[in-house]
């Protein structure tokens, strides 16, 4: 595809390689490494050009969280991480009050006579203004109590935000959430504070297809959708986290895998990373009888079933 690239990683991008295993030399795990298509490139640079969120779509296990800190690390922006679950509400992305610990100054005498030293910043004020956060962190923060920065690489100037799981939240969620990304403003009901945004953040958000999405929150993202992995896929997914591995085992394992999905279940990368590293690190031949174990622990599980081939 020819177009100018905000974002143009290489086509397997690596960071912090961690260190190999002692048996299986090359793996470098999941985190370190993302396997780029010029569907995903497209994507991230729609969603950089336009400013709007990108909601990724796609099985558990396929890459969506992966690949919001790879794109981090390729674009050298500080990266946050909220993981969503049914409780969140979309104002605990932007501040907290510590009520607990207000209730408890309250019951000794020292209840302060405002909200500020009560207000803890959201992963969203943190990719909006950090110094803003930062000012609002030390007012809540013990002088005795050192406490580190939050996020990945937090003194980069501009942020990439994930909110994982998504479609885990009540509907008001995201909803709630469409006046903030799109002002890039909020202001903080309990002390009056409006928080700006200095430099757009990139946001992903990734679903696994729980719940449905309010409408209204999807006219305001931009949208990827993993496809299916075929042989190809997984092979050049496997070459990159085990490059000193056997090709035609790779291939092999690629192969048997697939051709033994018959109910249309969707193969995630991780479910064949997780395949092939027992085989590689326990040395089971993908011919031997114990393959069908194996697959069926690493592979047929949550009511699936394999193919008759199995």
């Known amino acids: 595809m ?3 690239k905000l974002f143009d990683p290489e086509p397997v991008q690596v960071f912090e390689i961690r260190e190999a295993s002692k048996t299986v030399k090359g793996d470098m795990g999941d985190q370190s490494i993302y396997v780029y298509n010029e569907d995903i490139v497209l994507a991230v640079n729609v969603a950089l050009a336009t400013g709007r969120p990108l909601l990724i779509r796609g099985p558990s296990g396929g890459g969506k969280s992966s690949l919001a800190r790879n794109v981090a690390r390729v674009l050298n922006r500080r990266f946050y991480e909220k993981v969503i679950f049914s409780r969140t509400q979309a104002r605990d992305l932007l501040w907290e009050v510590d009520h607990l610990r207000r209730l408890q100054d309250a019951q000794t005498r020292t209840l302060k006579p405002d909200f500020r030293p009560y207000v803890n ?51 008001d969620v995201p909803n709630n959430l469409l006046v903030p990304l799109g002002s890039l403003s909020f202001k903080v009901d309990e002390t009056g504070e409006v928080v700006n945004a200095t430099r757009t953040p990139l946001v992903f958000l990734t679903t696994n297809e729980e719940r449905q999405l309010p409408i209204a929150f999807l006219r305001r993202c931009v949208e990827l959708k993993l496809k299916n992995l075929k ?15 056997d090709q035609a085992i790779l291939q092999q394992i690629a192969e048997l895998i697939i051709n033994q999905s018959r109910d249309g279940t969707a193969l995630s990368a991780a479910e064949y990373l997780d395949t092939t590293r027992a085989c590689l690190e326990l040395e089971i031949d993908p011919n031997a009888g114990i393959w069908k174990d194996l697959s069926k622990i690493t592979i047929w599980k949550h009511g699936r079933t394999p193919g008759r081939n199995i």
Not at 231 to 245: E, M, Q, R, S, T
């Open 231 to 245: 042989k190809d896929d997984l092979v050049k997914i496997g070459l990159a986290h085990f490059p000193a591995a």
């Open 121 to 171: 910043p959201g992963v969203f004020w943190w990719a909006f203004d950090r110094q803003s956060a930062l000012k609002q962190r030390k007012m809540t923060t013990p002088q005795n109590i050192d406490q580190p920065e939050p996020g990945e690489s937090p003194d980069r100037p501009e942020a990439v935000v994930l909110l994982d799981e998504i479609d885990k939240a009540d509907p």
């Open 2 to 4: 020819n177009y100018k």
